[in-house]
């Protein structure tokens, strides 16, 4: 009886939770006269979806926040990985390096937005998914050196010690030894770095064009002045959490997996 | 050869504080030697410091006549067996043993033959494609041995590499070392705070406090002549009963008065210890050489038994008299009732005097 109340109260609030995100896919598939309408489905049609593409130019909306996502993270990892393994190994910096690392995610981003964009727009980085790129690798560079950090702590550090004494070098052993055994670390810090670039909106607004705009821009400026296009809202909603909840699956499975599996005891 | 000399190292953490102060130990080719201390006594820092993975702040360290104090770890053709194994999990045992011999490039099927000799011995043949989340503790502990043998290193230097095991696991890993020890014949430092396995698998051994030797000597040999009273405690379970005693020297007795055991010296202890008459002493008896039965030069008292550890094959007895508590190791079929009173003998003839203030052990010929 009290697991089934527990069970009950569980339904409820996962209900609560999804509901929302489950009316936004219904809107999606209905016609936009329905859009509004109280039955769940009166009729299903891919209008929506098809609109989205075909007149609004959702497509090149899409692969610019994959370019930009995917770029900036890559360009990120590498040092943020150095990055936080010297924290974590040498305390490089000591306590101040760490806290001007922490310090500068708590800047509200708008505070940055200007002085970029007028730095941006000397140097002509400004409609480019170059210059998003950058920023991106910039905003995800402080973040991710803070979690791989936590995750190199976590690394026994005789497993270093094995592998030097075994004949690899300081290098050798980060190389063969760390990143590998980091990996679970290293892909859960990537999606975190991907999911807060593709999700970004201020700096993709301020400093792109109608060529380089984002999901998030996109999804804004179908807010005309014709009123809120919400069936077009959400199709293109839908498709933008898709790459989000693969994500979460996978940082899930990652965060889950021991970090330093029967290595040590 | 490939002998170990440590010359006045130390491991200086600033302000003032030391891990290690000018340790001087020179192991022989071959050898077996145990650093053996309480934590935090700089037994670890010390293996680290031959090893090379913790900085040698001054001193030189030299293995096989070559000075190695400030090499990189891979330089130093040392093996390292560490307290949590430090297996790398991603790689199968076969790949864990591989490792270090990839990183010296030695030939292939030298790699596989070695692997393979090393798996016999250990016994590891069923489990070289597992991966080491896969395997037991004990499993794992062979597996970083294999990968120490494997190497075929100058030097084995082992960090508390049986602590993580279970009693009787630990007991037949004892016995393996010291047989594998015998086959490989490298010199080995082995670190400790079990003084079992220092008695039991040490040529030497070597005990630390604070940063500093205290003593180092065969097992036995310290056992029996303790330099002072921490290597009299530390090297024993129960620790070697302690009690401030006095000597009187008189007509040509000397008689001792240490709490409830009052009595004169034997001969031979009595030409050692007279000069020492009237000085703040410490008189030692290990929970041994407190019989239950007389015997010649023992001395009786009597006592009030207030703990008793039936073990098995012995027991365990605290007894209290003149406000002194004393361990003794006693027969299985003596078994007191706690509250009872007994009489003890206390073996003068393995007796061990103490200087009271410095804890110093009096000189004693052989």
């Known amino acids: ?265 | 050869m490939s002998e170990i000399k440590l010359n006045k190292i130390s491991r200086d953490y600033g302000q003032g504080i030391f891990g290690v102060h000018d340790v001087s130990l020179e192991i022989e080719t071959g050898e077996f030697m145990v650093l053996l201390g309480p934590s935090g006594c700089g037994k670890s820092t010390t293996l680290r410091m031959i090893a090379g993975l913790e900085e040698t702040t001054s001193g030189e360290i030299s293995i096989a006549g070559r000075d190695v104090t400030r090499l990189a770890p891979r330089e130093r053709n040392v093996a390292v067996v560490f307290q949590s194994y430090a297996l790398y999990p991603h790689m199968s045992v076969r790949e864990n043993m591989r490792f270090g011999m990839k990183m010296r490039k030695t030939p292939l099927d030298e790699q596989d033959a070695r692997i393979a000799r090393a798996a016999e011995v250990l016994g590891l043949q069923p489990y070289l494609d597992r991966k080491p989340a896969a395997l037991s503790g004990g499993q794992r502990q062979r597996v970083a041995l294999g990968r120490a043998i494997v190497r075929e290193p100058d030097v084995f230097l082992m960090d508390e590499p049986l602590s993580n095991l279970d009693a009787k696991l630990r007991g037949e890993m004892r016995q393996e070392l010291v047989r594998l020890h015998r086959r490989v014949g490298k010199t080995t430092v082995f670190v400790t705070h079990d003084h079992v396995e220092a008695m039991t698998m040490g040529d030497r051994i070597c005990i630390m406090r604070n940063g500093c030797i205290e003593q180092v000597g065969a097992p036995l040999e310290v056992y029996a002549r303790p330099r002072n009273t921490f290597v009299a405690q530390f090297l024993a379970a129960p620790a070697m009963n302690l009690v401030p005693a006095t000597l009187t020297a008189a007509a040509g007795a000397v008689t001792l008065s240490a709490g409830p055991i009052v009595g004169p010296l034997p001969a031979r202890e009595a030409a050692l210890y007279a000069p020492a008459a009237g000085r703040a002493l410490l008189f030692g008896l290990r929970a041994e050489d407190i019989l239950t039965q007389p015997r010649p030069g023992a001395q009786p008292f009597s006592a009030v038994v207030t703990a008793l550890e039936a073990l098995g094959p012995e027991n365990l007895i605290v007894v209290e008299a003149e406000g002194q508590a004393l361990s003794a190791r006693v027969d299985r079929h003596f078994l007191p009732r706690i509250g009872a009173e007994v009489t003890l003998h206390a073996d003068l003839a393995h007796m061990h005097l103490f200087d009271a203030a410095s804890g110093d052990a009096l000189a004693r010929e052989t």
Do not use: C
């Open chain 1, 1 to 265: 009886m009290r697991r089934a109340l527990s069970h009950l109260g569980l339904i409820l609030a996962v209900v609560i939770v999804i509901f929302p995100i489950l009316w936004v896919f219904r809107t999606s598939l209905v016609p936009p006269q329905e859009s509004y309408s109280t039955t769940i489905l009166p009729s299903v049609t891919l209008d929506n979806y098809r609109a989205l593409f075909a007149e609004k130019n959702f497509g090149r909306n899409y692969l610019n926040s994959l370019i930009v996502a995917i770029l900036s993270v890559v360009v990120t990892m590498p040092l943020a990985a150095m990055t936080g393994y010297a924290f974590a190994r040498f305390r490089t910096g000591g306590g101040l390096a760490r806290f001007a690392t922490l310090a500068s995610q708590m800047l509200p981003p708008v505070a940055l937005a200007l002085p970029t964009f007028m730095l941006f727009r000397g140097l002509g980085l400004t409609n480019s998914l170059t210059g998003l790129t950058i920023v991106y690798a910039a905003i995800n560079l402080p973040f991710l050196t803070w979690i791989l950090m936590g995750f190199f702590e976590a690394i026994p550090e005789d497993l270093e010690g094995a592998a030097m004494t075994d004949g690899a070098t300081r290098w050798g052993a980060f190389w063969r030894v760390v990143l590998p055994v980091a990996a679970p670390g290293i892909m859960a810090a990537g999606v975190l770095g991907f999911i807060l670039s593709w999700n970004e909106f201020l700096f993709a607004l301020i400093l792109g064009g109608s060529n380089t705009a984002t999901v998030p821009v996109a999804l804004a400026s179908l807010q005309t002045s014709n009123g809120v296009q919400i069936s077009n809202v959400a199709a293109g909603v839908s498709l933008a959490i898709l790459p989000l909840m693969i994500a979460a699956k996978f940082i899930q499975k990652y965060l889950v997996e021991g970090l330093s599996f029967g290595s040590v005891k």
